[in-house]
């Protein structure tokens, strides 16, 4: 498929931008944060003083009577899924970036991060459906890819469904993966799919807000129209009663959002339109490696 010239223009510049800020900041903290599926043998050989005592081969030191421990490296392949929601509300920003330019440099961050550490990465774009499934592979052609379809892709449909896609990932994911699903979370209902997701994938909530629709300034008049539905209201933001009523309304939002994810099971990262968006990502890291 031939690409619109500015388009691949804006993927090479991605590619460098962010292929730089994952070599100089964070691959490392990505591998520590993130441990493969589990401990495979590699040899046995002698003790030697300082080895754990638990690693004793007993049977070959019965057998040879030279004392051998077991040898196991970590299983470091893994398999990335980057859910990213491509629906209405992702076509907004107050500031430099519109929330789905932010949710694509966060999937292209962690894409990288993946394909530096050999892990196969994946994606899936949803609105209500499911737009767009690459099946995880490895390699730089592979980002590029998934950054051409994060660009170039036209979504069907302006809606939200995150029931929708963590089901899809549930049936289409066959063995244990990371998954971070990169949304602004303004949907209902999907707790009990993400949290039959987490029970058998590392999933991970990247939560994308703007400033303007944690607090509207006072500008009189103003229409608002809903980026999914397409329903115009005008309010006057300069009224108090509006002020009042709109963060109370904010509040029960997150507050749903964050108890949902909670009971999910799932990890969060917060995102900001205006912020950084390596910093939010380094710190992720760094607590999973704690942890």
């Known amino acids: 498929m031939s690409l619109p010239p500015e388009l ?16 100089n900041l964070f691959i490392g903290e990505y591998h520590s944060a993130f441990k493969g599926q589990g401990m495979t043998f590699s040899e046995f050989r002698e003790y030697v003083p300082g080895d754990d005592v638990r690693t004793i081969a007993w049977p070959l030191t019965a057998r040879t009577g030279k004392v051998f421990i077991k040898k196991h490296d970590e299983e470091r392949e893994m398999t990335v899924i980057l859910a990213v929601d491509v629906s209405g509300s992702q076509d907004f920003g107050s500031k430099t970036y519109f929330k789905g330019e932010v949710a694509a440099h966060v999937a292209a961050l962690l894409a990288f991060a993946a394909v530096g550490n050999k892990d196969a990465v994946g994606l899936l774009l949803f609105s209500d459906q499911v737009e767009l499934y690459v099946p995880p592979k490895k390699g730089r052609g592979q980002v590029l890819r998934i950054l051409r379809d994060l660009y170039y892709h036209k979504p069907a449909s302006r809606r939200t469904s995150l029931a929708a896609a963590l089901g899809h990932l549930q049936m289409v994911i066959k063995k244990k993966a990371h998954v971070f699903v990169i949304s602004d979370f303004l949907d209902q209902d999907f707790e009990g799919p993400l949290r039959r997701l987490s029970k058998k994938h590392d999933t991970v909530a990247v939560v994308l807000q703007d400033k303007l629709e944690l607090e509207v300034p006072s500008l009189g008049l103003v229409d608002f129209e809903d980026p999914e539905t397409g329903e115009v209201v005008c309010v006057d933001t300069s009224s108090p009663l509006f002020k009042r009523e709109y963060k109370a309304y904010l509040e029960a939002l997150a507050g749903k959002r964050e108890q949902e994810l909670r009971r999910a099971q799932v990890d969060q990262v917060q995102m900001r339109t205006d912020g950084d968006l390596v910093t939010p990502l380094l710190e992720f890291f760094k607590r999973r490696s704690r942890r």
């Open 8 to 23: 691949v223009k804006k993927v090479k510049l991605l590619e460098l931008v962010t292929r730089k800020k994952v070599n």
